[in-house]
């Protein structure tokens, strides 16, 4: 018997439009369906007059399932793999079941569409030669303040997931870790009715986002222009030695040695929050 395959198949984001023909075809004729949610994949089926057997595989059961399930593909069946929304795996379930089915020599293939994080990036007007996705931020004040004091300097344009009673949090300590004066862009829910793109420095987008109630619902996709490789850079970096410093030193003992190993202006970091 010939063994099956394990189809990774993008959804829409929001626009039902956005589902591709092949994707359509794909989930008409697999044997199950593994979704992230069975009852929001039941709804995206539905509304495309399918009926498919759905398995739920999701973050804290897939170690579990997936030896099953690549037993399954050897037995013939075809799989489809699926997330809530967008391209599985980009911060969502199921890279562990792709890598126990390559592991076992089956066949795995992708069903490209909707990704958050590209479409942002295609709208945003800023450089995407090279870019670094990062994903959701972490919940926690300290350990999110410390990832982006860790990515101040980073060259590339930086692309993070967030949720709505994060959106205001993040930005104010993407401001923080990177400078007001960074160029960056907002996008909240892509494709779907209430979209809206808003660029300008992180310090602006702050203010209109926390401004406007309307602007913190939905799902966000937050663009960053990267540090670059000049004074953006040495005061990114600065920032974050500064912290770090500040953390055991007198502020302008702090300030005057991150301006030296960094090269960014003392009178910029001194008393930056």
């Known amino acids: 018997m010939n063994p099956g395959t394990l189809h990774v198949v993008a959804t829409p984001i929001g626009n039902l439009g956005d589902l591709s023909?092949?994707?359509?075809?794909v989930l008409g004729k697999v044997d199950a369906i593994c979704a992230e949610d069975t009852r929001h994949t039941r709804q995206l089926l539905s509304r495309f007059g399918l009926e498919r057997p759905?398995?739920?595989?999701?973050?804290?059961?897939?170690?579990?399932?997936?030896g099953g399930l690549v037993e399954r593909l050897r037995s013939g069946e075809s799989l489809a793999l699926v997330s809530d929304a967008g391209?599985?795996?980009?911060?969502?379930?199921?890279y562990r079941l792709v890598r126990a089915a390559r592991q076992a020599g089956l066949r795995v293939s992708p069903v490209p569409g909707a990704s958050a994080a590209i479409a942002a990036l295609s709208v945003a007007g800023l450089a995407s030669d090279r870019f670094a996705f990062e994903g959701f931020l972490p919940a926690k004040a300290g350990a999110r303040r410390e990832r982006l004091q860790a990515l101040a300097a980073e060259p590339r344009t930086l692309v993070f997931y967030e949720s709505s009673h994060r959106?205001?949090?993040?930005?104010?300590?993407?401001?923080?870790?990177?400078?007001?004066?960074?160029?960056?862009?907002?996008?909240?829910?892509?494709?779907?009715?209430?979209?809206t793109v808003l660029d300008g420095s992180l310090g602006e987008l702050r203010q209109r986002v926390e401004a406007d109630p309307n602007q913190q619902k939905g799902e966000f996709v937050v663009i960053v222009e990267g540090a670059g490789d000049d004074a953006d850079a040495r005061l990114a970096e600065g920032l974050r030695l500064y912290r770090v410093l500040g953390a055991h030193l007198p502020p302008s003992t702090a300030a005057k040695l991150a301006a030296e190993l960094s090269g960014a202006p003392r009178k910029a970091l001194y008393g930056a929050e």
């Open 167 to 195: 959106i205001v949090d993040s930005l104010e300590a993407m401001a923080s870790a990177f400078g007001p004066d960074r160029p960056a862009v907002v996008a909240r829910e892509l494709t779907k009715l209430f979209e």
């Open 54 to 66: 759905l398995v739920a595989l999701h973050e804290h059961n897939e170690d579990a399932h997936a």
């Open 87 to 94: 391209t599985p795996l980009v911060s969502d379930p199921g």
């Open 21 to 25: 023909p092949r994707a359509l075809d």
